[in-house]
């Protein structure tokens, strides 16, 4: 998480597959924490579900 002013951003780094190509390695994401994005939080299993497309 980091703070962007009006609202938290969710930062993302793809974990690497163990035989992926270190060069097709998926970018960061940055996800606004806010409603719009958030479906649910669940801390108990420590897992964070988004509605956030590939293409955004």
């Given at each position: 998480?980091?703070?962007?002013?009006?609202?938290?951003?969710?930062?993302?780094?793809?974990?690497?597959?163990?035989?992926?190509?270190?060069?097709?390695?998926?970018?960061?994401?940055?996800?606004?924490?806010?409603?719009?994005?958030?479906?649910?939080?669940?801390?108990?299993?420590?897992?964070?579900?988004?509605?956030?497309?590939?293409?955004y």
């Open positions: 998480m980091m703070s962007n002013g009006p609202q938290s951003i969710l930062r993302i780094t793809p974990a690497a597959a163990v035989d992926a190509d270190p060069a097709v390695v998926a970018p960061e994401r940055l996800i606004p924490f806010v409603d719009q994005f958030i479906v649910k939080v669940d801390k108990e299993a420590k897992k964070i579900t988004v509605d956030w497309g590939l293409d």
